[in-house]
């Protein structure tokens, strides 16, 4: 049976939260370049916003562009003046890290009952992939390619903050990560703009609903702005250099797509941009998000990024680095405590004109009206969060749904090695993280608790009983691993701390232990990778991405007893597992995966889900090879051929290549497989050529691409159908390839379906030598397939 897919026929606004999904979203929504959020824009919000406004003594203005937060010697002068006097002068405008209504409602109904103007607090918080139910960590999201889940992802998360008392979170973080070494890879969609841009948009209709006045809607906080990804030898906090084309092209498409889809709020960057601090640029936060965008919510800084800017020696003082963040557009200091102590004396002097703080105040003031907090400032306490049948089982849809199987070989006497029979084998699991549930929670956790978890080993247990047998094998890290980690905190003059996963005694021992488990059992199940909190997330680049400690060694102990051997892998970023990739039948990528990451895993690993995940970030081959993603540029000098003409054909050597390793990606973005195969037929265009005229910026398609799918194997499956784009003949080099369009197609055995992607300007514009978005004549490739690897072609003209 065959079904077509026309996606140009469906409604824009629907593909959006449509598992299938392609640029008819896009289209939809990037047109309007001064699309601000409407509820922020309203007339009678603003007309409210005004009234307040004019009301405002200068030292009230302040007190709104001050955020504190709990639990930290914070506020003005050391804090020596306490938050509820704070609060009741009308020094304060936002908290972070008070959640639970007790406390979020004590110091609500001083600012409500006691302060003169009785402005609500606006209390955020980070929760970037659950509040308490916590979900898969937002890169493993990402390999779901699916929207629509990562809105739903959002929407519990929107729930359960506000039951804490928390209407804005600080998330999405929509930075283009493309270097591994970078720890908030983990937080990012990966290494591509559109993909990225995709999930942006989920994330912002999850949590806000379109309509921030909702009761479980969240304002977000869009954050890095901008390229903080871009950290150079992914180094986080480093500096950032690029061209304008890279920062538009590149680097801005998910943070454009956020505002286009209503975002309330944006967070500054920690980083410079080609000089200028993230929190100190009126280009980007002006220029880019106010004038080109039309962005009319709020700017908080990241934490400390204000008193920060001192470092980044862009002033003498903390006046004049707090002035030169709020002229540049940051309405709120986070944590910076310079807003509070520098403003007043510089607006008086004439320094800082008055209408500059007004503006910032405005903004602040709309997302507290939008958000409904002067009507419904108190929240209604809730019992004890205990996670329901519901949470679990969106929880575990969820992980199974995210997770990548890299490779699936078959072994000697069968079939591919996975899925594992269901009939009793006696199996045995063995590394630091099969039972570690804290781990399971990966970085930014939010409240979400291990004693909620089920570890891989709680949930193979329920399945085999007294057939599983398991070993730990060894430490996430090895002893040696603490000393350099504590060394280089000692040199860099940081307090030491110890790492969150400890060595597990001599791994030697254990090792050996290990080993003589996996002799006695059928097949063994290695469960490594990295410490969640330690290793990766804010402050965690590493240099290394091979396996941390001793945990190599305990791979190739294991593999070396001839049983045949599954790697799943709990990481945060992509990993160098070369050695893996040659010598072990099967690999798993299963991320941190929340608190049902145990269950779905073993329904991965058993069949009972056929995966579907695909990477959206390039695994190495060697650290080296780093930042490394699929759109790479072309080169006057591309390589070919291979390593073994060396030096035989010394002309191999002066090519755009490595001596010592492939270009290429271990496993590239897009790569997936299925316990089923797909085959794909030549895409086909329904139009050979088209005119620049065509393809006008507002027009949704100029043409369309359509490729037949077929389910060749012998189970259903779900295919992510992935179209790239190459411009031949363009006045700026363009990438290799570059993805413009996405499906995920669900097949029966035998069943063929016909995907078509709609192309108009979103997909064939770039930003010429101007920094102009423009479309040119050339000739396009076209390449259809299950992976940036994909190799079904045509073309189409542009005159």
Request: net charge negative; with cysteine.
């Amino acid at each position: 049976m065959k079904k077509t897919f026309n996606l140009s026929l469906v409604p824009a606004a629907l593909l959006c939260v449509t598992a299938v999904f392609s640029i008819g979203c896009s289209v939809a929504v990037a047109f309007a370049q001064a699309a601000p959020n409407s509820q922020l824009a309203s007339k009678e919000l603003n007309a409210r916003v005004e009234k307040l406004l004019k009301q405002m003594t200068l030292e009230e203005k302040i007190g709104q562009t001050v955020q504190y937060a709990a639990g930290f010697a914070t506020g003005p002068a050391g804090a020596k003046v306490s938050y509820d006097e704070l609060t009741q002068q009308g020094k304060i405008g936002s908290m972070l890290n008070v959640y639970g209504a007790d406390k979020t409602n004590h110091y609500q109904h001083i600012a409500m009952e006691k302060a003169r103007l009785h402005i609500p607090i606006l209390f955020g918080q980070d929760v970037i992939h659950g509040m308490h139910t916590t979900f898969p960590v937002p890169l493993a999201l990402s390999t779901s390619w699916d929207p629509k889940l990562v809105e739903g992802v959002a929407r519990t998360s929107a729930i359960e903050s506000r039951a804490e008392g928390i209407p804005w979170v600080f998330s999405p973080m929509v930075d283009i990560a493309r270097d591994a070494r970078w720890g908030r890879i983990v937080e990012s969609a990966g290494e591509d703009p559109y993909l990225g841009s995709a999930v942006a948009r989920a994330w912002v209709s999850g949590y806000q609903q379109g309509d921030l006045i909702k009761p479980d809607s969240v304002a977000v906080s869009v954050k890095h702005f901008a390229a903080y990804g871009a950290a150079i030898a992914g180094r986080d906090y480093n500096a950032t250099d690029m061209s304008d084309i890279t920062l538009r092209q590149v680097y801005l498409p998910p943070y454009h797509a956020a505002v286009d889809a209503g975002a309330a709020t944006v967070m500054s960057s920690f980083n410079s941009i080609n000089g200028v601090p993230g929190t100190a640029n009126p280009y980007t936060l002006t220029q880019i998000l106010r004038k080109e965008w039309g962005f009319d919510g709020l700017v908080v800084s990241d934490w400390g990024a204000v008193a920060e800017l001192l470092n980044h020696a862009i002033g003498p003082d903390g006046a004049t680095v707090a002035r030169k963040a709020l002229v540049a557009g940051v309405d709120m200091d986070m944590e910076g405590n310079l807003y509070g102590t520098t403003l007043a004396a510089q607006i008086r002097s004439g320094a800082i004109p008055e209408s500059v703080l007004d503006e910032a105040v405005r903004r602040i003031l709309r997302v507290k009206f939008a958000l409904g907090l002067f009507e419904h400032p108190y929240n209604e306490p809730t019992p004890v969060y205990q996670p329901t049948a519901e949470n679990r089982t969106q929880a575990r849809a969820v992980a199974a749904e995210t997770i990548v199987l890299l490779k699936n070989d078959a072994v000697e006497g069968t079939g591919a090695l996975l899925p594992m029979s269901k009939k009793a084998k006696t199996v045995a699991l063995i590394g630091p993280l099969a039972d570690s549930a804290k781990d399971m929670l990966g970085s930014w956790g939010a409240l979400g608790d291990p004693k909620f978890v089920v570890s891989l080993r709680q949930a193979l247990q329920e399945r085999l009983g007294d057939k599983l047998l398991y070993a730990v094998g060894c430490g996430v890290l090895s002893g040696k691993d603490e000393e350099v980690i504590q060394h280089a905190q000692f040199i860099d003059q940081q307090p030491a701390m110890a790492p969150k996963q400890e060595a597990v005694g001599d791994d030697t021992k254990t090792i050996a232990e290990a080993v003589e488990t996996a002799k006695k059992a059928d097949v063994a199940i290695l469960a490594l990778g990295e410490s969640a909190d330690w290793m990766t997330g804010e402050a965690s680049s590493r240099t290394r991405l091979d396996l941390p400690g001793n945990q190599e060694q305990l791979l190739e102990a294991v593999a070396a007893t001839g049983k045949p051997v599954v790697l799943v892998l709990f990481t945060g970023r992509p990993s160098e597992i070369k050695w893996a990739g040659t010598h072990i039948p099967a690999i798993v990528e299963a991320w941190f995966p929340g608190i049902e990451g145990g269950h779905a895993v073993a329904d991965v690993l058993f069949g009972d889900v056929n995966p579907s995940a695909k990477l959206t970030t390039s695994f190495p081959r060697a650290v080296g090879q780093e930042p490394l993603y699929y759109a790479q540029m072309p080169t006057g000098r591309p390589a070919h051929g291979d390593l073994s003409q060396l030096p035989a054909n010394a002309a191999e050597k002066f090519m755009s290549r490595y001596l010592d390793e492939e270009n290429s990606a271990l496993f590239p973005f897009g790569w997936g497989l299925s316990y089923t195969r797909f085959s794909y037929g030549k895409p086909v265009v329904d139009k050979a050529q088209i005119a620049v005229k065509d393809a006008p910026a507002g027009r949704a398609a100029a043409l369309t691409v359509g490729v037949d799918v077929r389910n060749t194997g012998s189970v259903a499956g779900t295919e992510v159908v992935q179209l790239y784009l190459r411009n031949t003949s363009a006045s700026v080099e363009q990438p290799l390839r570059e993805l413009k369009g996405f499906a995920r197609v669900t097949l029966a055995p035998g069943e063929s379906k016909h995907v078509e992607f709609p192309l108009g300007f979103d997909e064939l514009s770039f930003y010429n030598v101007e920094s102009k978005r423009i479309v040119e004549p050339t000739t396009y490739k076209v390449f259809v397939g299950g992976s940036s690897l994909a190799s079904a072609e045509t073309s189409f003209d542009v005159k």
